[in-house]
Every structure is written in C-alpha cells, then in structure tokens.
T-cell receptor, first 113, second 116 residues
C-alpha cells in the first residue's frame, strides 16, 4: 500500500480557497487517488477521486501532479461546514474494492469565520 | 444521509461480554465494509463482504467476526470484549455490480461502543 504524507492541520478563512496537499510518492501505476473527509461526529464522506487528469465535481477539485507522486485537493470557497479531517488515500478503483480504504492520519482543516 | 444505517448508535457493555453491531447498506449495494476508529489507531479497515461472501480482511481480531445475510445487511460480532475495544465502529457500502468503476464508498454514522 502506498504511504501518504499530509500536514497534520491547516487553517483557512471562510470563503477563501483552500489547497490541501498530499504526497504519495510510492503510488502504483494503477492506483487512483481518493479523498475522503470526516466531519465531527460523522462517518467519512467521499469527496473526489482521480487517476491522472485533474478532476472537478460539485464539492472540490483534484489536481494531480504529472508524476503522480503528489496531489492537491482544492476547496474553492471554504465554508464553516468544510471543517473536517481530510484523508488522501491511494487505492484501487475496481468494482468491489472501493471501500478497502487505508486511512492515514489526514489533515484537520479548521475554517475561521 | 448516506443511506447506510447502523444500529445501535451507542452501546455500553462490560468486559468479557459479546455484542452485535448491525449495518443496513444502501439499497442494492453488494459490498459491506467494517471499520474501527479509536483515538490511538485512527480508522482501521476490518473486513469486507461482497454479496454474502467474505472478500477481504484487514486488521480484524480473532475475537471479532462478521457476516452478510441474503438481504445484504451485515452484522459485526465482538466477543470477549476488552477495554481497548472501546471505539467507533463504522460500516460502509459500495458497488452495485462486480466490475463497476468510478464509484465511491458510503459510510454510516457509526456505533459508539464503550466497554467498562
């Protein structure tokens, strides 16, 4: 399993963009990069995932480095509700395996009003 | 609401006892996963069932077992409980069919187990 390195914590101001970095230098060629987040007192929640190209959805954008050794989750306008622990997880995307996720310590994002 | 239902929400029991945690996956999801989250270990994958059969095992203790029933709900059985088993237990579900890609896992709200 690929190891990941994420900052322990980050702070952001409300309505400003947030860039959450992740290093995954040992990622395999076929592993996707998944991002999940866990809000206080809740179960983890899927955010986004991608393989090589940058990806966008209604929640966030994912920028993947050309060598795939790092990626950045971008929240375009942070809200108070985005305060959570964000996990970067390399892993398989094959049907049936999406939930075999190896969670690291993640980045705790605080959002200030 | 993720569509994954876990019961009970809270459970307090004594050391040495046995408990059963229940998970109802999203309608139609064939895979169910169990996770344990404790303060010192973080989120740890325990076990996965796919359409009634065990598919993958993680850091699951021998005192713990799980099963998935024909209606796809799952139960996690924890026996000979120790103080260190106190944790949040999450269930997740995914996948409508084998081979499906670009899907995600949906997590329930968890069961908080306290062993006293």
């Amino acid at each position: 399993d690929a190891k990941t390195t994420q900052p322990n914590s980050m702070e952001s101001n409300e309505e400003e963009p947030v860039h959450l970095p992740c290093n995954h230098s040992t990622i395999s060629g076929t592993d996707y990069i998944h991002w999940y987040r866990q809000l206080p007192s809740q179960g983890p929640e899927y955010v986004i995932h991608g393989l090589t190209s940058n990806v966008n959805n209604r929640m966030a954008s994912l920028a993947i480095a050309e060598d795939r050794k790092s990626s950045t989750l971008i929240l375009h306008r942070a809200t108070l509700r985005d305060a959570a622990v964000y996990y970067c997880i390399p892993g398989d995307d094959y049907g049936g395996s999406q939930g075999n996720l190896i969670f690291g310590k993640g980045t705790k994002l605080s959002v200030k009003p | 609401d993720s569509g994954v239902t876990q019961t009970p929400k809270h459970l307090i029991t004594a050391t040495g006892q046995r408990v059963t945690l229940r998970c109802s996956p999203r309608s139609g999801d064939l895979s169910v996963y169990w996770y344990q989250q404790s303060l010192d270990q973080g989120l740890q994958f325990l076990i996965q069932y796919y359409n009634g059969e065990e598919r993958a095992k993680g850091n699951i203790l021998e005192r713990f077992s799980a099963q998935q029933f024909p209606d796809l709900h799952s139960e996690l059985n924890l026996s000979s409980l120790e103080l260190g088993d106190s944790a949040l237990y999450f269930c997740a579900s995914s996948v409508m069919m084998e081979g499906a890609r670009n899907t995600e896992a949906f997590f329930g709200q968890g069961t908080r187990l306290t062993v006293v």
